[in-house]
Nanobody, 125 residues
Framework: QVQLVESGGGSVQAGGSLRLSCAAS????????MGWFRQTAPGNEREWVATIYSGSGVTYYADSVKGRFTISQDNAKNTLYLQMNSLKLEDTAMYYC?????????????????WGPGTEVTVSS
C-alpha cells in the first residue's frame, strides 16, 4: 500500500501562490489515478480538487479551481504536486493527496479510508 505525506502548505495572501507536494512511498504511483482533496474544517466532508492519471498525465479539476490550480507528477521522484495560483479566501483548507482514486456516480472517490496527515493552507485578505 502506498503511503503519502503532504507538505508545502502555509499562509499566503489572497492572489498569492503555493505549491504543495506529496511524497509517495511503499509502492508505485505508476498507472494510477492520484489526486488532491481538501477539508475546510474538521468534521466537514473532504472536497475533491484535482486528479491526474499517472500513466498518461491526463488531468481533471473541480470547477472551483479550474484555471488556477495545476496538478502534476514526477514519477521518477514518486511525488505529486499541486501548484495553486490566484489563491482565494475560500481555498483555505487542509489539503490531502490520495492514490487509487476512481470515478463513480459523477464523483471522484478514494478507494481506502486512510488519509495522510495533510498540509494546511491559509489564505488571508
Amino acid at each position: 500500500q502506498v503511503q503519502l505525506v503532504e507538505s508545502g502548505g502555509g499562509s499566503v495572501q489572497a492572489g498569492g501562490s503555493l505549491r504543495l507536494s506529496c511524497a509517495a512511498s511503499g509502492g508505485s504511483a505508476a498507472s494510477n489515478f492520484m489526486g488532491w482533496f481538501r477539508q475546510t474544517a474538521p468534521g466537514n466532508e473532504r472536497e475533491w480538487v484535482a486528479t491526474i492519471y499517472s500513466g498518461s498525465g491526463v488531468t481533471y479539476y473541480a470547477d472551483s479551481v479550474k484555471g488556477r490550480f495545476t496538478i502534476s507528477q514526477d514519477n521518477a521522484k514518486n511525488t505529486l504536486y499541486l501548484q495553486m495560483n490566484s489563491l482565494k479566501l475560500e481555498d483555505t483548507a487542509m489539503y490531502y493527496c490520495a492514490a487509487n482514486l476512481f470515478f463513480r456516480g459523477g464523483i471522484w472517490h478514494k478507494s481506502d479510508a486512510a488519509w495522510g496527515p495533510g498540509t494546511e493552507v491559509t489564505v488571508s485578505s
